[in-house]
């Protein structure tokens, strides 16, 4: 074999060489990319793991932030029943030791413009009707009212309220018995109303607190029923409930009712401005005591068919003639007063979820939220809330992926306060 021939065999096992060194090379380079993918697949799953835990963490954080807005704490409520007390002792003129002196002054301002056209209106007719003398026929029937044993002891208490109060009562000597008595008058008699008016409020709330306890149900087995006592028992309820034989009360209900019947009957008698006043005073109070409804409506316990009855005796009211009442212009019905308290809500809902998109994302979702915005203020103007609830997600997206691609910096965190406006 001549040099050339060696020569071309070098360069041929060179060559193979080569090729089986690529080859190797190549095969190698394959099975470490298959690695390094299937480690970037593994990789990628983790992350997705990763990422689905945060989301789910996320959401656990957001559903738990709106379920404490649907949670009304027991010191609003609590708060809520002092101002309402306050403004019901001013108006009546009302004091008594013990009781708190003034008003904390929380409340949103629309409920204080209510309350400012209710003291306008009825102070000035209880002003009037508070100075009546009473007739002998007056005096008759409040000896007769003396016959019952509640109607003393709380004729007795109102004494003793009305002396630590420095209110001064006039005194005149019994003939019969020799003994100093005090004289009644259409104030004393004012007095007694709203210490009934106490007494049957405890009723009621004892009522709602057995019922809600399941003591009902217990003395249902035992075949004892009682009636729904009235939230608001006035001249034209009682007379409706209480000659029925079948309208069995709870407790003292029943006598406090029969004395309120009768001494409403007597005041009503002594001063037509009185039942004015009186029927004013309930109006409002009716309507403040709608605000809190409203306001309540999107608690966790409160059933959407509890607002859908709520909402239909609210327009029921708003259809019913207010004769003899003076009522101001500005004050709004019972169907928007409704709707304030929830309006209100939802602002308070809102700053506590950092005024963001997530708590309308979720008022408008979970069903039994959904269907209690569809009640009070309608499908139409719900439907146009989810609609710019949905394009202003898509806008966060939208730029959210713009802000990514072009390596910017993007704030997701914005006020969403001014969706109430389109439950208007």
Not at 291 to 313: H, L, P, Q
Not at 354 to 378: A, R, T, Y
Request: charge should be neutral.
């Amino acid at each position: 074999m001549g040099d050339y021939d060696t020569f071309i065999v070098i360069v041929g096992i060179i060559i193979a060489g080569i090729i089986i060194y690529n080859l190797w090379l190549a095969n190698h380079q394959k099975k470490q990319l298959s690695e390094q993918l299937e480690q970037c697949e593994q990789f990628l799953q983790l992350k997705d793991r990763e990422c689905a835990i945060y989301r789910n963490i996320i959401a656990q954080w957001e559903q738990r932030l709106f379920q404490k807005t649907r949670k009304i704490p027991q010191e609003w409520i609590k708060q809520w029943d002092e101002e309402v007390r306050y403004w019901e002792r001013s108006i009546l003129e009302i004091k008594s030791p013990g009781d708190f002196s003034e008003s904390k002054g929380q409340w949103p301002l629309m409920i204080k413009d209510i309350c400012m056209q209710g003291y306008g209106e009825a102070w000035f007719l209880y002003g009037e009707a508070l100075t009546k003398e009473l007739t002998a026929e007056h005096t008759e029937r409040i000896n007769e009212l003396m016959m019952c044993p509640i109607f003393k002891k709380i004729y007795r208490k109102v004494v003793r309220l009305m002396r630590q109060n420095g209110i001064k009562l006039r005194e005149f000597v019994d003939p019969f018995t020799r003994k100093k008595r005090y004289k009644p008058t259409t104030l004393l008699l004012h007095w007694c109303l709203y210490v009934v008016d106490d007494m049957l409020k405890a009723e009621y709330e004892q009522q709602q607190k057995d019922k809600a306890s399941g003591c009902y149900e217990e003395l249902a087995s035992m075949e004892i029923y009682y009636k729904d006592l009235p939230k608001y028992t006035e001249y034209e309820t009682l007379e409706e409930i209480l000659p029925c034989w079948y309208y069995n009360m709870p407790g003292d209900s029943e006598l406090l009712c029969i004395y309120k019947r009768e001494l409403l009957s007597l005041l009503y008698d002594i001063s037509s401005d009185y039942k004015k006043a009186r029927e004013t005073f309930i109006y409002y109070k009716q309507l403040i005591d709608t605000v809190k409804e409203g306001y309540m409506a999107f608690d966790e316990n409160c059933r959407y068919s509890t607002v859908r009855y709520e909402i239909d005796t609210c327009k029921e009211r708003d259809k019913e003639k207010k004769k003899g009442l003076r009522i101001a212009k500005e004050t709004p019905t019972f169907e928007k007063a409704y709707k304030l308290g929830a309006r209100e809500w939802m602002k308070v809902s809102n700053k506590k979820c950092d005024n963001q998109w997530i708590f309308w994302k979720m008022l408008v979702e979970i069903g039994n939220s959904q269907e209690k915005l569809k009640i009070i203020f309608g499908d139409e103007k719900v439907k146009k809330l989810e609609e710019v609830i949905k394009e202003d997600q898509q806008q966060v997206a939208s730029k959210m992926q713009a802000a990514v691609f072009e390596n910017k910096d993007f704030c997701y965190y914005k006020s969403r306060g001014h969706y109430i406006d389109y439950l208007k």
